[in-house]
């Protein structure tokens, strides 16, 4: 990603410090600014638009496909179906905060993967990495672009459930995974090669460490509130008191559901309020029909 997107992703969205009793060392709330009343939904499907490529397409492809087809074609590989009930771009909204707030690459470009654009991401949401002194981490998310917070957590937790009671399946995605990683040609070999060992099933699974970020919007009552007041501002006080005790009850909720548990994963949790999910995907949608023309 470019640094003058990057800048952007910095300047739209923004890591919301909150502290709430349920909140765990690695989950994150992620919101947007006011601009005169104005919450700045408008800014971030500009965003979501500028980000398309990187998310869908390869480093290799961004550098190779001139620029006037990058965006045509990085759209093309966007899911078709209605936009009410894609992921696509909660996929990109995990993709972004990944990359500029915990710093943490893809390995593979999942969009990529599918068969036909009329299908929905298979498996994980994302495929990205991290390393630290004890080694590898792989970061295999989830992403439920919702307006209900209820109804991401309970799809999440569902999902996820899937995922990891076959461990065969998950030792399956990581094959597939393993023989598509892109970064090698950058990468010295001998990280390319510990990040190959942990995918093509040369280590057990019990050794692999997993990270799994789920990230879950929802229409917030709270950025309604302050929607229309020219003072507003999330740095303030009183935004801050109601969006506490906002979030406080969204984790209770996360807690009373069952997550995979391993001493080898890691679920964190990135809650994204919105002012409403429904008018922004519809937003995105017609960007979306622009740029596949």
């Known amino acids: ?13 923004f890591n919301f410090k909150i502290n709430v009793e349920a909140k765990g ?24 638009r500028d980000s398309v490529p990187y998310f869908s397409l390869t480093p290799d492809e961004i550098k190779s496909i001139d620029p006037s087809e990058r965006n045509r ?4 590989r966007i899911s078709e179906a209605n936009e009410k009930s894609k992921g696509d771009y909660g996929e990109l909204l995990l993709f972004l905060i990944l990359n500029i707030f915990y710093e943490v690459p ?3 470009t999942k969009a990529r993967l599918r068969s036909t654009n009329r ?6 949401d ?7 002194e004890k080694g590898i981490v792989l970061w295999l998310g989830e992403a439920k672009f919702h ?29 597939l995974l393993g023989g598509e990683i892109e970064i090698n040609k950058g990468m010295e070999p001998e990280l390319y090669e510990e990040l190959e060992s942990y995918t093509l099933g040369n280590k057990s699974l019990d050794k692999v460490r997993i990270s799994i970020p789920v990230l879950l919007t929802y229409d917030s009552s709270t950025i309604k509130y302050f929607c229309g007041d020219e003072s507003s501002n999330i740095e303030s006080e009183l935004f801050y008191e109601k969006m506490c005790i906002e979030i406080e009850k969204h984790f209770g909720k996360i807690e009373s559901k069952q997550w995979p548990g391993h001493e080898t994963i890691d679920v964190c949790f ?20 622009a740029m596949r023309f």
């Open 25 to 48: 060392e690695k989950d994150g709330v992620y919101t947007l600014d006011y601009e005169r009343g104005r919450y700045r939904q408008r800014e971030l499907v500009g965003l979501i």
């Open 1 to 13: 990603m470019d640094s003058s997107l990057s800048r952007r992703v910095k300047q739209t969205i």
């Open 126 to 132: 994302c495929a990205h990495f991290s390393k630290d």
């Open 270 to 289: 990135f809650i994204v309020p919105l002012e409403c999910v429904e008018t922004l995907k519809e937003e995105i949608a017609f960007i979306e029909a």
């Open 147 to 175: 307006k209900s917070i209820s109804g991401a957590v309970s799809s999440a937790s569902q999902s996820l459930s899937e995922h990891f009671s076959d461990v065969e399946r998950v030792k399956s995605e990581l094959r």
């Open 73 to 76: 074609r990085a759209f093309y």
């Open 119 to 124: 299908e929905q991401i298979k498996g994980f």
């Open 106 to 108: 893809k390995f593979v």
